[in-house]
């Protein structure tokens, strides 16, 4: 399907991106989440030798009601995001119904989470980074060098999303923020 000249991803992001998807485990590969190990005699046994009673000791040992709410807090952005671009999703129309010769019309998102920003699918995304890495107890000098550069990149698209916006439609909510 071919897509409009408008619609095209800058080399440089598209790299950058994928080199940042594949580093980024690297990041949360710490000793506490390493405390299940699974050996070359453990593979090669005839038979399992899970100790049901030592791994639950360690599981519970290891997450308590921090970590239920830094769960919720992970779900809840996983459900703000997913519903986020379900909106902006039904936004579009199939190109027979496009108005103006084929080409595609814009409409103000609306909904719980655009009441009060513009990208609510980019704040979803810091909540869930904020959620994951507090989960993971993985706070470190390298975890905020990444959400620096994680918050700076969406919010600069938010910043140029929001100015969109604001250009595109002149009725467009004056009290929306562009992400906080």
């Known amino acids: 399907r071919k897509r409009g000249q408008e619609a095209r991803m800058q080399l440089f992001g598209y790299v950058f991106g994928l080199i940042y998807y594949i580093f980024l485990p690297a990041n949360f ?47 809840f952005g996983n459900v703000m995001q997913y519903q986020s671009h379900q909106m902006l999703a039904s936004l579009r129309k199939p190109k027979d119904e496009a108005e103006e010769g084929g080409k595609a019309r814009y409409k103000i998102p609306t909904g719980i989470w655009f009441t009060y920003v513009s990208n609510p699918h980019y704040l979803a995304e810091v909540i869930l980074y904020v959620a994951f890495i507090s989960l993971a107890a993985s706070w470190s000098k390298d975890t905020i060098h990444l959400m620096s550069m994680v918050v ?17 439609f002149k009725d467009y909510p004056k009290k929306r923020y562009a992400m906080f």
Request: hydrophobic share 45%; charged share 20%; proline share 3%.
């Open 29 to 75: 590969l710490r000793e506490p989440l390493l405390k299940f190990k699974v050996t070359l005699e453990m593979i090669k046994s005839d038979r399992c030798n899970f100790d049901l009673g030592q791994n639950m000791e360690i599981f519970s040992s290891t997450f308590g009601p921090k970590h239920l709410f830094w769960f919720a807090l992970f779900c």
């Open 152 to 168: 700076m990149n969406l919010l600069l698209s938010a910043l140029l999303t929001h100015r969109w916006y604001k250009a595109e």
